[in-house]
T-cell receptor
Framework: DADVTQTPRNRITKTGKRIMLECSQTKGHDRMYWYRQDPGLGLRLIYYSFDVKDINKGEISDGYSVSRQAQAKFSLSLESAIPNQTALYFC??????????????FGAGSRLTVL | AQKVTQAQTEISVVEKEDVTLDCVYETRDTTYYLFWYKQPPSGELVFLIRRNSFDEQNEISGRYSWNFQKSTSSFNFTITASQVVDSAVYFCALSEGRYGAAGNKLTFGGGTRVLVKP
C-alpha cells in the first residue's frame, strides 16, 4: 500500500456541489498538507496541519476547508465547488525534525473537474 | 515573501544530450532549504534532492547534478546524457526557516517540462 493514499483519484462534479477529498498516511508523520497544481503555476499550498489540533491556512485557502480527524487523516472540502477549482490536488506529509524534515511525501493526486 | 522562478516552461532535447534546468529563488531568510521534485507522466511527485542554505557544495547523483550559487540565488539542475525516462515535469521549491518552525511549507516554481526524444 502507498504511504500516502488519496481518495478519490478522479472526480467530476457540478458547480455548487460539496466535495470532500480524503487523505490517509501510514508514515506516522505529524505534518500534513494539501496542495493544488495548475499548469504553469506549480503547486500552491491550500492548508497545512502540524498536528491534530493545529490547522493553518496556506496561500490559497479561500473556498476550501479542512479537517484533521486523526494523525493519519487529513481531508479537504470544497463546500460549493466552482469551475476554477478544477485542478489536480495533492496531499503530502513530512516529519517535524530529523533527516526527513522538510521533505514532503506526496500522495498520487486527486484530479477534480468542476463543470 | 518567498518566490521561486523557473523561467523555462518546456525544454526538448534528443536522447544523450545534456539539459540544464534553471531555478532562481527569492527569500529574506538566511536559513532556507531548496528542493527539486520530478513529476513523470504518471503524475506522482518524486523527491530528488534537498539542499540547505549553508551548504553550497555542488552535488552529483548518477546522471543528475545540482549547482547551488547563493550569490545569484540559483539552484540549477543538470541531467547528463538524457534518456527518454527523464521526460517529466521538474519542480524547484523553497522552504524558509528552521526545522520545526514554518520551514516545512514549500513554495514551488511553475515547473519545467522536459521532453527527451529518442
Amino acid at each position: 500500500d502507498a504511504d500516502v493514499t488519496q481518495t478519490p483519484r478522479n472526480r467530476i462534479t457540478k458547480t455548487g456541489k460539496r466535495i470532500m477529498l480524503e487523505c490517509s498516511q501510514t508514515k506516522g508523520h505529524d505534518r500534513m498538507y494539501w496542495y493544488r497544481q495548475d499548469p504553469g503555476l506549480g503547486l500552491r499550498l491550500i492548508y497545512y496541519s502540524f498536528d491534530v489540533k493545529d490547522i493553518n491556512k496556506g496561500e490559497i485557502s479561500d473556498g476550501y476547508s479542512v479537517s484533521r480527524q486523526a494523525q493519519a487523516k487529513f481531508s479537504l472540502s470544497l463546500e460549493s465547488a466552482i469551475p476554477n477549482q478544477t485542478a489536480l490536488y495533492f496531499c503530502a506529509t513530512s516529519e517535524e525534525q530529523g533527516p526527513g524534515a522538510n521533505v514532503l511525501t506526496f500522495g498520487a493526486g486527486s484530479r477534480l473537474t468542476v463543470l | 515573501a518567498q518566490k521561486v522562478t523557473q523561467a523555462q516552461t518546456e525544454i526538448s532535447v534528443v536522447e544523450k544530450e545534456d539539459v540544464t534546468l534553471d531555478c532562481v529563488y527569492e527569500t529574506r531568510d538566511t536559513t532556507y532549504y531548496l528542493f527539486w521534485y520530478k513529476q513523470p507522466p504518471s503524475g506522482e511527485l518524486v523527491f530528488l534532492i534537498r539542499r540547505n542554505s549553508f551548504d553550497e557544495q555542488n552535488e552529483i547523483s548518477g546522471r543528475y547534478s545540482w549547482n547551488f550559487q547563493k550569490s545569484t540565488s540559483s539552484f540549477n539542475f543538470t541531467i547528463t546524457a538524457s534518456q527518454v525516462v527523464d521526460s517529466a515535469v521538474y519542480f524547484c521549491a523553497l522552504s524558509e526557516g528552521r526545522y520545526g518552525a514554518a520551514g516545512n511549507k514549500l513554495t514551488f516554481g511553475g515547473g519545467t517540462r522536459v521532453l527527451v526524444k529518442p
